[in-house]
């Protein structure tokens, strides 16, 4: 489980604390940030590296240190990222303004001349000098063709780089909105959506259910097996969740082995329905390590839903659903429970081993 209870942040400190005397890496705050989210495994991604440094026995210099911060730990991504595509963004409209600028005034120049045309033509009618005239309107004609082409050729190219640009911007904006290992929404992003379908179930008078889902003894799978294959079986419940969910629902990785599904137009029946047909299905698979052969055994998991109260703040609403999934913890595991309110208020500060 996943719960920064006093206790919890004392030994994840310490930890931190101690790598750092180990490793003798100054005891900054961003040093201190790396360290404490390392022990406290919320990020595999970060995990992973960390450990690649370890293994490679590459110095912690303020420079590593700053890279790991800036790739896994900076809210500050998704900012630069943003004000980077608006720059280019503003300098190609700009360009684009400078040429359809210039094609204004071209548009003039030639609706002037050939106004000009015509008056000599009126006035000369036949006469010798008609054949020029006709030359000299032809000759302007084909300026102004070559003058379009360049701006259509132009505007193509800019289309492009506008495009190319919005891409940019849409896979940093996912980046920062999904979890780098299952590639479900990560926790700012459930967040985010949470707030949008509680208001959206207020202003429709449609149900909104939440459940969050949490791997049984998942500590006691990764010492067992290492954290690769901890990985694995991540990724595989991030699967089946995902395979599992429709329309505007909402898969995310709520913290650690943890994940959450948000289900708008759904009841807290429905809910469980879906959540113990999840459950089915991740304690039907017979895990086997790829290389080996070996049978890891089977893994399950327990869920906890509660369905959205008109005017419940927002994290009364989620500690329900995280009372209903400590219930299910206490009552076994391997099983969906929903919240009551004797789910609420036998809700104690002991956290149960996952």
Do not use: C
Request: net charge negative.
């Amino acid at each position: 489980m996943y719960h920064d209870d006093l206790h919890q942040a004392a030994e994840f400190a310490h930890a931190a604390v101690a790598s750092m005397t180990r490793f003798s890496i100054p005891p900054t705050p961003i040093n201190f940030t790396i360290w404490y989210e390392y022990h406290a495994g919320r990020d595999p991604a970060l995990s992973r590296a960390i450990d690649g440094l370890l293994a490679s026995k590459t110095p912690f210099t303020p420079d590593t240190t700053l890279q790991l911060y800036e790739e896994f730990l900076n809210p500050a991504r998704m900012l630069r990222a943003s004000r980077e595509t608006t720059e280019k963004l503003q300098e190609a409209m700009d360009e684009l303004r400078v040429f359809v600028g210039a094609a204004e005034v071209d548009t003039r120049t030639y609706g002037d001349k050939l106004e000009h045309f015509s008056d000599r033509l009126d006035a000369h009618g036949n006469g010798p000098a008609f054949g020029s005239l006709v030359g000299a309107m032809l000759q302007e004609t084909r300026a102004m063709q070559q003058r379009n082409q360049s701006l259509e050729d132009r505007l193509a190219e800019t289309t492009a780089e506008v495009q190319q640009l919005r891409e940019h911007f849409e896979q940093a904006r996912r980046e920062a909105l999904s979890d780098s290992l299952t590639g479900l929404a990560n926790r700012k992003n459930f967040e985010q959506t949470l707030t949008l379908f509680a208001k959206a179930s207020v202003d429709n008078n449609e149900p909104l259910a939440l459940m969050l889902l949490d791997i049984d003894h998942f500590k006691l799978f990764n010492d067992r097996h290492g954290h690769q294959t901890g990985d694995t079986v991540l990724q595989l419940v991030a699967r089946t969740l995902s395979d599992n969910v429709k329309g505007q629902d909402l898969a995310a990785r709520y913290g650690g082995e943890e994940f959450a599904l948000l289900l708008p137009r759904t009841r807290a029946d429905q809910a469980v329905k879906l959540g113990d047909n999840i459950r089915a299905l991740i304690a039907a698979r017979k895990l086997v390590k790829r290389n080996s052969g070996d049978e890891l055994g089977r893994i399950t998991i327990s869920a906890g839903v509660a369905e959205y109260r008109t005017g419940e703040a927002l994290s009364a609403f989620v500690q329900r659903a995280d009372a209903a999934l400590y219930g299910a913890k206490r009552a076994g595991r391997n099983r969906v429970v929903a919240a009551t309110e004797a789910t609420a208020a036998n809700l104690t500060e002991t956290v149960l081993p996952s």
